[in-house]
């Protein structure tokens, strides 16, 4: 009995995609397949599980009085940011209220945050709910914040 054997071969060029195969008789076939022009898509970089802020905490800070609330010029707030991801020099915020009470931060994380105030002769109403003179503000976006003070 006889035995018959065939070989096949098939050669691949990455970089040009070029095709060869070699039959059983020895002749070869060449396809040239065009060079891809789409790069090949890679993962994006993991993203953080921390968040970053960039969302904005404002408001106005004001006195309680009985004929309403005023505005409060100059109260000092510290406010707690999201680090180390903010880019600020500590994990903390500092900034004055303007003439109107106004205040505004940036670089704010979602979630609770906490806000402490100080003015000579005020205390926050409601009364503080942290150490300090201090009350909770929840982010969600860009947040506004008011802030009401009584006389002490």
Known sequence: ???????????VCV????????????ESVVSALPTATTPIPTAPPPQSAIPTGSFNL??????????GSKPLAAVDLEIAVCPPLNQAAASHIKTVTDANGFYSVSNMCPGT??????????????????DGD???????????????????
């Open 113 to 130: 945050t906490y806000v402490w105030l100080a003015k000579a002769g005020y205390k926050a109403s409601p009364p503080r709910q942290c």
């Open 58 to 67: 404002s408001g106005i800070v004001s006195e309680a009085t009985p004929a």
């Open 1 to 11: 009995m006889t035995r018959r054997v065939r070989t096949f071969a098939v050669a």
């Open 15 to 26: 970089g040009t995609l070029a095709i060869a195969v070699a039959g059983c008789s020895g």
């Open 134 to 152: 201090c009350l909770h503000a929840t982010i969600n976006g860009d947040t506004r914040f008011d802030i009401e003070l009584v006389r002490q």
